[in-house]
């Protein structure tokens, strides 16, 4: 057996690009751009692909109508992950779902979220979350238009530097959790440890 006396540390840097080709990139901007999930329909056998191709897997048909589909859909397969990715800025675990949306062929591989892992089931109905900038104008004056409504007790806070937690705890009466499936998100955590009174769901 090889005796390794020296282990030597270092990155090697790969820089590429990959394109997405035209129909990746079609489906990609739409999901980007307007939060909308689009696919490619057979004009013979009538299946929609979802992500979209050029051709009909079955009858070998060129695709060139594009459908919009929508937001619902069933988990195919999933996965829990519990060690941390560097990809990704999650905290294990981390659900891996397959989706398939209702109506369409093929499947999605994404995050499943505002769940426990173990209650996660194969063939249970999800729904796709567009998170980010407010894209939806009409959803974020909704939303706007609460907040205002609630100005004479509540306040809505932008992000707060995790040094001035804890001045920002200091301030308020009580943390309420508004969250079913988050029952002990690190807000109460912190929040207990600096002696606020919390409100929260035990789930
Ligand atoms: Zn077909």
């Not at 990609?28 to 979802?50: F, K, M, Q, S």
């Not at 004479?152 to 804890?166: G, T």
Request: glycine share 10%; proline share 7%; net charge negative.
């Amino acid at each position: 057996m090889m005796n390794v006396k020296t282990r030597l540390e270092g990155r090697i840097k790969v820089p590429y690009k990959w394109s997405v080709g035209e129909t990746g990139s079609r489906f990609l901007i739409a999901l980007r751009d307007r939060c909308e999930i689009w696919g490619t329909r057979c004009p013979t056998c009538n299946r929609v692909y979802v992500p979209p191709v050029q051709n009909c897997g079955e009858c070998f048909q060129p695709l060139e109508e594009w459908v919009s589909v929508g937001s619902g859909g069933v988990v195919e397969s999933f996965t829990v992950a519990r060690q941390p990715d560097p990809m990704f800025d999650l905290e294990p675990p981390v659900v891996y779902g397959l989706i398939r949306l209702d109506d369409a062929a093929g499947s999605l591989l994404h995050f499943i979220g505002e769940i426990e892992p173990e209650h996660v089931r194969v063939g249970m109905r999800v729904r796709a979350v567009f998170a980010g900038p407010v894209l939806d104008e009409e959803y974020g004056g909704r939303f706007a238009g609460e907040i205002g409504r609630l100005a004479s007790f509540a306040r809505w806070l932008p992000a707060i530097d995790p040094r001035e937690m804890a001045a920002a705890y200091d301030e308020v009466d009580v943390v309420l959790n508004t969250s079913f499936s988050e029952g002990l998100a690190n807000t109460l955590l912190e929040a207990m440890a600096a002696g606020v009174p919390v409100i929260t769901s035990d789930r």
